[in-house]
Structure formats: structure tokens, C-alpha cells
């Protein structure tokens, strides 16, 4: 096969998808200097006409163009519309293009494209990297910096393919990790999709027990606010992820569920040794996440 742009210097990239992720790769691409065009293709047309103005692309192009003018394609939408983006991308694209997504989920995508004949050309990649807000208006450029991008099934994707990938977001600059499709539901599964849930959780907990907002408003410190920021994140986005890896969230969230019954438990007894006791457990995360 023809090996793809390595140097980055006169890429074009076209990015499906202009939201959060796909605008603020784009911003970080133009920053670093790795492309010569940039394409997006977006389906709201007011996401359109805002990432023109922001400068996250160059121009909006219709899917079948865009694709066919790219070195590489950027498939940046929600994940149930990416596993029916992706397989007539793959179908279009040519032995020198490498097309990528950034979805939070990779079974059901890397499914949708097993056996496909122009398979070598995608990389499967997760940018481990997002904030609460959506839209063109909340992409910057450092979201990635510094940040974890996990590549899925390598092992099915072209070397040359690969090595693109790697050394595009090598220069973001991110760190690597490799892991397979299940490892890589079960783990995101267990660290993010749950930390999602669970905000949104708690937001209805204390919008059910506190009907006065200005006193959510007044009272809310900065725990508070750390703690329920995700349960900001648009439905849009997380519904399709919940439903993809269903299994694994349930599986993390009844012991979630059991965690909480404990810890009640403890406190409805007066147990407080014991509840000092699982609170010291739970600072054993600090050798983890200092």
C-alpha cells in the first residue's frame, strides 16, 4: 500500500463532526502546524456556520467530497451515528487515506467494520480527554495536551496507518495505550462512563431534595461543583454511549450501588469507626491519582 503523509506538513483533514472533540483536534492540528487544509462536515447547519466563524475549518464540505479530498478523516460524531458513519467512509476512502474516530465506546464500532475490505486504513482511537460542555463554542486547543489517547486493535490496522496516528498524536502531545476493543469498554466503563452516571445522579438528587435553586446556588462549594460538573454533559452524547457499553455500566454501577448501601448502613447504625474506616480505604486512591 501507498504510505500516507507522515510528515504532516501539507496534510488535509477532514473532520465529521464539529463539537467539543472534533473542534478542539482541529484547533490543536493548526497549532502544531500538522495541517495545510482543514475540512469539517457537519450536520447542524448553525455548528456549520459557528465553526467557520471560530476558524475550527477552512470550509464545510459535503460528506463524499470531504472524504475523498482528505489525507486523513476524523470521525467525530456521537457514537451510535459513528457506527453508521463509519462503514461508507471506509467504503470511499483510497490505499494512501487513514480515517480514525475519537469515540468513548469501540466494540460495537469495531464490529460494524470487521471484515471490511479498506479495514487496514482505520485506527480506532480514544482521546482520554472532554469536558462538560458541547458545541464548536467549547473547543480549545489544549484539550488533549498532556492527556491519555488509547489506540484499539492495532493489530488490524496498516503499520503505515498506525504510524500516522501514533505520531500525530504523539505531537498533540499525548501518551499512548494500547489495549483491545472489550479491555478497553470495561476499563472506560469502570473509570469514566460510571463518574458520568453517577453526576448525573447526584444532580437529580439534589435538584429533588432542594427546590430552592438560589440556595444550590449560595451553598454550593467547590466540592460540590467538581462533583456535579458531568451532570452538565449533553444527553446527545452520553445516552448512545450508555446503551453501547450497557453491560459494562451495569456491572460497575451495582457495585457503586452496593458501595452506597454500605457506607449508609454504617452511618443509619452509628458505625463510625467503621465508617472511618472505609473512608480511609477510600483515600488509598491518592496513591493512584495524587
Same mark, same amino acid.
Given at each position: 500500500m501507498t504510505a500516507p503523509l507522515i510528515s504532516h506538513t501539507a496534510m488535509t483533514v477532514?473532520?465529521? #463532526?464539529? #463539537?467539543?472533540?472534533?473542534?478542539?483536534?482541529?484547533?490543536?492540528?493548526?497549532?502544531?502546524?500538522?495541517?495545510?487544509?482543514?475540512?469539517?462536515?457537519?450536520?447542524?447547519?448553525?455548528?456549520? %456556520? %459557528?465553526?467557520?466563524?471560530? #476558524?475550527?475549518?477552512?470550509?464545510?464540505?459535503?460528506?463524499?467530497?470531504a472524504v475523498r479530498r482528505a489525507?486523513?478523516?476524523?470521525?467525530?460524531?456521537?457514537v451510535d451515528a459513528m457506527v453508521a458513519v463509519l462503514p461508507p467512509v471506509l467504503d470511499a476512502v483510497a490505499a494512501h487515506q487513514v480515517v480514525i474516530d475519537v469515540g468513548s465506546t469501540k466494540q460495537a464500532l469495531l464490529a460494524a467494520v470487521a471484515g471490511h475490505p479498506n479495514r487496514?486504513?482505520?485506527?480506532?482511537?480514544? !482521546?482520554?480527554?472532554?469536558?462538560?460542555?458541547?458545541g464548536p463554542e467549547a473547543a480549545f486547543a489544549e484539550l488533549f495536551e498532556g492527556k491519555v489517547v488509547v489506540l484499539c486493535d492495532t493489530a488490524n490496522s496498516d503499520p503505515d496507518a498506525v504510524q500516522l496516528v501514533e505520531k500525530l498524536f504523539q505531537t498533540v502531545p499525548m501518551r499512548l495505550l494500547y489495549l483491545d476493543g472489550a479491555d478497553h469498554d470495561l476499563h472506560t466503563a469502570y473509570v469514566s462512563h460510571i463518574s458520568h452516571i453517577?453526576?448525573?445522579?447526584?444532580?437529580?438528587?439534589?435538584?429533588?431534595?432542594?427546590?430552592?435553586?438560589?440556595?444550590?446556588?449560595?451553598?454550593?462549594?467547590?466540592?460540590?461543583?467538581?462533583?456535579?460538573r458531568?451532570?452538565?454533559?449533553?444527553?446527545?452524547?452520553?445516552? !448512545?454511549?450508555f446503551r453501547q457499553n450497557r453491560l459494562n455500566v451495569l456491572d460497575v454501577l451495582d457495585e457503586h450501588l452496593h458501595q452506597l448501601q454500605h457506607l449508609r448502613e454504617l452511618l443509619a447504625r452509628e458505625d463510625y469507626v467503621g465508617l472511618t474506616e472505609q473512608i480511609q480505604q477510600a483515600n488509598h486512591i491518592r496513591k493512584i491519582l495524587p
Open positions: 477532514t473532520i465529521i #463532526g464539529l #463539537g467539543l472533540i472534533g473542534g478542539s483536534l482541529a484547533l490543536n492540528l493548526r497549532k502544531h502546524g500538522l495541517v495545510q487544509r482543514l475540512i469539517g462536515v457537519e450536520q447542524s447547519s448553525a455548528h456549520a %456556520r %459557528r465553526a467557520l466563524e471560530l #476558524g475550527l475549518v477552512d470550509e464545510i464540505d459535503d460528506l463524499s467530497s489525507d486523513l478523516i476524523v470521525v467525530a460524531v456521537p487496514g486504513r482505520f485506527v480506532a482511537v480514544h !482521546p482520554m480527554a472532554g469536558t462538560e460542555h458541547s453517577t453526576s448525573f445522579a447526584l444532580a437529580l438528587t439534589v435538584l429533588e431534595k432542594e427546590k430552592e435553586e438560589q440556595r444550590i446556588f449560595d451553598l454550593a462549594s467547590g466540592g460540590f461543583e467538581s462533583t456535579v458531568l451532570a452538565k454533559s449533553a444527553p446527545a452524547t452520553w445516552v !448512545p454511549i
